[in-house]
């Protein structure tokens, strides 16, 4: 069962979840700030909570919001320019944080819509990609016993974007990270070390996940740790059609890699452009069937492929 979403049931039936997955701002050592529209102080209170627990980690950002305004949208793309160095990523100065803003619901720096990362990264001119997770709870039953893990699913492009190697195997292959592609797992060091003693053969040993079998193709060293500090396992999403096309689904925790001598300016102007566009293709019949009448906005769940 996710951390924030039930369980998958039978295909026939989608639950929606009153609570969307944490994101994190915080590259270097990321935290978790749950976005929960219904409930905005309790999400305050544990923003404070988690400032309080990691002062060190807080990272000297600059926060601009990039103003795509288009007519039948209210949706902007933010950037956080991450400046603290070192991170623990290949480049990380040119490591972005980008969130979603949505002045009509009063939230400043939200999570992402799948459809609005992929329109993002297939239409702006300053990034060399743009990816990104978001975290849930399975558990894994290969063991003699169940156990459970934080899960994270990353989006297509998610290890190429942050740039770190594996420390044993790889990340995923590009048909890994499709719909109906072969499944995979890549484990954290932590894991690695605690449920295979650090066995340098891991790869091709298999993680059960909902009954499905997820061979394990590499390891993360213990510095990976996006979109949160407890990650032990990373699944590509392979997010349901219905969810891939809904712009009030904002789960991902998203993060860009702009282009060598591409500066921060540049890359905020660049997308403001890409949202202006999107803005003015949307129409309002669209807007009106994504906001799903009726019921709570969708969001991640078990998608277990």
Known sequence: ?????????????????????????????????????????????????????????????????ALGIGANSSIFPVIDAVLLKPLPYPGGDRLMAIFESSPRLKVPRGPVAPPRLEEWNRMNQTFAGISGAYTESQAETSGPLPERLVCARAAPRFFSVLGTPALVGRGFSPDEEVANGPRAAVISER????????????????????????????????????????????????????????REARFYSAVGRIKEGVTVRAAQADLAAVQGRLGARVSDAELAEQRFPGRTPPGPRSWTR
């Open 1 to 65: 069962m996710g951390r924030n979403s039930p369980q998958a049931g039978d295909a026939g039936g989608i639950d929606y979840p009153t609570h969307h997955p944490r994101y994190a701002s915080d590259l270097s050592k990321p935290f978790a700030i749950p976005i929960v529209q219904t409930s905005m102080w309790h999400a305050i209170q544990r923003t404070y909570r988690g400032l309080i627990q990691r002062p060190t980690f807080f990272l000297a950002v600059v926060f601009t919001m």
């Open 191 to 246: 894991l690695w070390k605690r449920r295979f003693n650090a066995d340098p053969q891991v790869a091709g040993r298999m993680l059960r996940f909902a009954d499905r079998g997820f061979p394990i193709v590499g390891v993360m060293p213990d510095a990976f740790r996006f979109p949160a500090d407890d990650v032990d396992v990373w699944l590509s999403a392979k997010l349901p059609d219905v969810v891939m096309r809904s």
